[in-house]
């Protein structure tokens, strides 16, 4: 059974880092292709971050030049680091497995202004 636990998140000011973890189980996580989406209050959940087995990276527009994604497949761990932070950033963050279609729990960033 795989399992994705996020970790990370929490209350930053504006201007500030934050990095996400997301821990898999129980796949062979070296193959697998790793999400993040977000999903603020009222909105529709969206992508931000995308890294493939093989280490390509896709973002969104609005977090590029910003965050960042990365793996370590030996910890069996996705990171999203999270620059510059903005209020706009504020929502729950989750990590997805695509080729499993498995999703973490999600853990909440809130950015003050």
């Known amino acids: 059974q795989v399992q994705l636990v996020e970790s990370g998140g929490g209350l930053v000011q504006g201007g500030g880092s934050l990095r996400l973890s997301c821990v898999a189980s129980?796949?062979?996580?070296?193959?697998?292709?790793i999400d993040w989406y977000r999903q603020a209050p009222g909105k529709q959940r969206e992508l931000v971050a995308l890294i493939t087995g093989t280490g390509s990276t896709n973002y969104a527009d609005s977090v590029k030049g910003r965050f960042t994604i990365s793996r370590d497949n030996a910890k069996n761990t996705v990171y999203l680091q999270m620059n510059n932070l903005k209020p706009e950033d504020t929502a729950v963050y989750y990590c997805h497995d695509l080729r499993k279609n498995v999703w973490g729990q999600g853990t909440q960033v809130t950015v003050s202004s």
């Open positions: 129980g796949t062979i996580f070296s193959i697998s292709a």
